[in-house]
């Protein structure tokens, strides 16, 4: 059975680890975990209740929902009383006044048409005729309409001479005319048709001929006060739009301890989930929801930031792993507070995690996440809030973390950490009297002092495992931090020991390059103790021939005048890569060991490289003099590369004069420039340009004018 080599499977594990899709399932990890920690935080309670008991406890709404019965009720009844729409037809008096002078117009036009007939044909039977008129006007009048006047009636208007008609026709349209002129509704009809009588008492004419102008005036007497559907609808309509909803709003009472639990309580606890018959899902898709949106903004803005975790997957499990750890002292803390101690979640050190970000990783992303901490803590401590966000605490803890990363900022020394615990805890105090206050100061003094003493721990602890916890990420993740740097520029360090041993003349050189490399990248809101540090190491590689490097050459003679061109580029050029794998075994920050593999780049080595053309007579290719580099890929690399030239070149000028300063550091970072040694990093020029200015200032303090001492005539003659 074969086995991986140590190197095949390091170069297994670092292919799984920089792989693209690492990176969607540490964020699937970090959204299921979420979603597990709030769980129970959002699920209903559920309470034991039957109908016609007594509550046992106060019974409080924990969501806001319609109820639809009382809603549906309250319509109904709002329906039941609304009037119906009646309107007055004032036209109908018109049009049935018309109506009994056409049957007046009927019964004259078939008298005149049935005696120009009998005068044509005498001796045909006169009843005959008579019933024929009868039934062609009963005929006429009956068309259209399910009324119709008696055969009594019609005959008598029948056989009524033309001016009794008249009068008849005259009376009864008054009579019709003045009934139709008032109000009459469908219940007052009846009365209507009696009240007709009394408008038609008129002696001039027969008994016979009176009864039937009464009913034909009663005939014609028809409803004008008519139901109005279309109108009664709109008003149901614009009732039943007017109903407000009825809600069961969150937090609301819907039986107090001790109540008589009715059908209609019970209803309402059914509908806010309480029952256990009842499942409610929408909870947990609304807390899916909520995690999906934090965590994909987090990955958003985790993968446009300028910071390590965009592409280094290591640092985004460890902003993961930190993330674990603000979320979970927040629900351990949440578990303390059945405790029933007054204010005793005031003491979840939360800030934790912000200061943790702030240290490891970046203050932005530490800024980033404080909001998501606090949206978090609102739901973990909504034990004893009215509905699913605890916002009083989502401000607590939001203004705890804020001030943990604006107080540590880009200093996180040890010293730095505890202060910013005890800012923390001011800042804690100060928000929490100010909701205090909010809130009316209804709490005793004693409560008050429990609520500042736990809001003052929380600060403290937050430091405390801060402090705990970096150095164990600092060595599980290689995090080279502001606390890492400080260490690692003690000079009894051992390669640093080894430089002041071995190349005392190189050590200083580091020194003087640590000092204008510092200013330098602060000038351009770089790494300044980075570039600090790495200075101090970047020519370790030199420890191992020390005495082929000119600062290290005292009293002795130069060896490269004795070798040739070739075999010195070879040593000069390998010092970059020997002192890498020196910082390799010594298990360094990869920071520190790019700085010493690329300050040189893939720079000429122009003494070496003109030396050599001069002792032979075809022209030497520039590739094989030059350094194979990789090129500096970062702002802290290329600068200390150039302050690495800057300090040798300054330090050969003879009478060095603040012009000849300025002068030698412009040329030699505008040829680094033309040489294309800044295309992988990214300096602006106008950053280059204050590199340069910030380097004039520090070698002007270096090399500064003294004072020529006279000779002392006594000593002189001693001598």
Known sequence: MNKRSPIDQMTWWKRIKDHRYLRGVLFIILAVFLFLAMLDNIIPEKVEVRMSTVAE??????????????????????LESVQPVYVLKKEYTQMQVEKINDIFDLIHLVNEEMTKTESESEGENENLSLEDRLNYVQEVISSGTTNELSDETVRTLLLSSSSQLQVARETTTNAVHAVMSERIAINDLAQAKRSVKDKIAILTVSNRLHDAMIETAQFAIIPNYIYDDKATERLQQEAVESVEPVIIREGQLL???????????????????????????????????????????????????????KTNNSHLLMFILIFFIGVSVMKITSLIERLDIVAI?????????AMLLT???HQRIALFSSIFFAIIASIIFNNDAVGTFNFTFGVYILFSCFAGVYFLGRSTSMTRILKAGLFVSFINMVTIISILLLKGFQQGWIEIGMHLGFAFLSGFIAAVLTLGLVPFFEAGFGILSTTKLIELSNPNHPLLRKILLEAPGTYHHSVVVGNLAEAACESIGANGLLA????????????KRPHFFIENQMKIDNPHDKISPQLSKTIIISHPYDGADMLKEYKMPKEIIDIAEQHHGTTLLKYFYHKANQETEQKIPEEQFRYPGPKAQTKEAAIVGIADCIEAAVRSLNKPTPDKILAMIRKIVNDRLEDGQFNECDLTLKELDKVA????????????????YPDDPKEKGAK
């Open 255 to 309: 039986v107090k301890q001790g109540e008589l639990i009715n059908h209609e309580i019970y209803e309402q606890i059914r509908m806010v989930g309480l029952l256990d018959d009842a499942f409610n899902i929408y909870p947990y898709l609304g807390l899916a929801l909520l995690v999906l949106l934090m965590v994909g903004m987090l990955a958003y803005y985790l993968n446009e930031a300028q910071t390590s975790v």
């Open 345 to 353: 979640g005031l003491i979840v050190p939360v800030a934790v995690g």
């Open 359 to 361: 240290t490891l990783i």
């Open 57 to 78: 406890q106060d019974i409080r709404a924990p969501i806001t929902v319609e109820n639809k019965i009382a809603t549906e009720q309250k319509r109904k009844e709002l």
């Open 532 to 543: 600090r540090v790495g200075s101090y190491y970047h020519d370790i590689g030199k420890t």
């Open 693 to 708: 200015v910030s380097m004039y200032e520090t070698l002007q303090g270096t090399f500064h004018s003294r004072i020529e």
